[in-house]
């Protein structure tokens, strides 16, 4: 496996490092805490917003042409949040951002103290009535009080995985968007090492997964003049799955547009022609569902023209997403190579 620019063991070594933290959204600490302390040695100011949204700055050269650009990536992730404890210390919950039932029924989940709980089901029928008001968490408490030393209502858990190799595959929970927030802080190694002209704001953000709110507030603070999301993508490459052009193991996907989002055609062809340029392997991305962070972003103040690199992944939202290390690397690649680029944009939205 091989990279223009990235070091792709040490993205590997990121994403393990960010992927099994707890976070989902609203309660992004712990993500928060490891991405100020990845990044600190790498930009040159680092602050947290009124939201917790991390934005690391690292300064350009400047000169004629120099930008203001924004990368996005999101902290959070998917999860459940405790609505109602019984008196015999079961746990009833809501779904944090997009949950599948089915896919909950036998994981183990993990709250924040590292409190550890698994998750039942009532007698039904049959996998047609797996719904969420069917499920509950067992933390293995014997009452309502026990319960109560180690959670409450509103404490939000994930599932409790590792980070797996298979080949040049990972999987794991929350690729979505850990890997995103990998490719990121690979792409300011790469800054720091050979620095872009442009003036990069390296946003790691809150919220994503319940309404793409972090991003929001942060490109407000920052007026970009273009803004980058890197966030995963689903693929159409399993058994009858979805027709899809993205696959893993094709490169970086560039977004042409999802539910939240028509990519701006200047920010979406500086992207493929400079994927083209550098060869950079590259497929482009239709998603008829979906958001990112850009969505939230280039609806801010006046408009910001915006695109994303996207990293394909098979069992989105599941405990078992499945990113190609060669994917993530041409994402950090991609990203890389356009921040040196001179980002004036010719073609329109
Ligand atoms: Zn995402």
Known sequence: ???????????????????????????????????????KPLAHEVTVDALGSV?????????????KVMIAAHMDEIGIMVTHIDDDGFLRFAPVGGVGPATLLGQQVVFEDGTVGSIGIEKVDGPKDIQMDKLFIDIGATSRAEAEKAVRIGSSATYLRDVARSGRRLIGKAMDDRAGCAVAVETLHQLKADPSPHDVYFV???????????????????????????????????????????????????????????????????????????????????????????????????????GVVSIPTRYLHTPAEMVDLGDAAAAADLLTAVLRRDLTLTAGA
């Not at 990121?14 to 928060?32: K, M, N, Y």
């Not at 934005?55 to 930008?67: D, E, H, N, P, Q």
């Not at 890197?230 to 094709?250: I, Q, S, W």
């Open 1 to 39: 496996m091989q990279a223009k620019y990235s070091d792709i063991e040490r993205l590997e070594q990121l994403i393990r490092r960010l992927a099994p933290l707890f976070g989902p959204s609203g309660a992004e600490d712990q993500v928060r805490a490891a991405v100020i302390d990845l990044v």
């Open 55 to 67: 934005i690391a700055l690292r300064r350009g050269t400047g000169g004629a042409g120099a930008k």
């Open 204 to 306: 790691f953000t809150v919220q994503e997964e319940v309404g793409l709110r972090g991003a929001r507030t942060a490109a407000y603070a920052i007026e970009p003049d273009v803004a980058i999301a890197v966030d995963v993508t689903a693929t159409g490459d399993t058994p009858k799955g979805e027709r899809l052009n993205m696959k893993l193991g094709g490169g970086a996907a560039i977004k042409v547009k999802d539910a939240s989002l028509i990519a701006h055609g200047g920010v979406r062809e500086l992207l493929v022609q400079c994927a083209a340029d550098e060869g950079i392997p590259y497929q482009m991305e239709v998603l008829p569902y979906g958001g990112t962070d850009a969505g939230a972003v280039h609806l801010t103040r006046s408009g910001v023209p915006s």
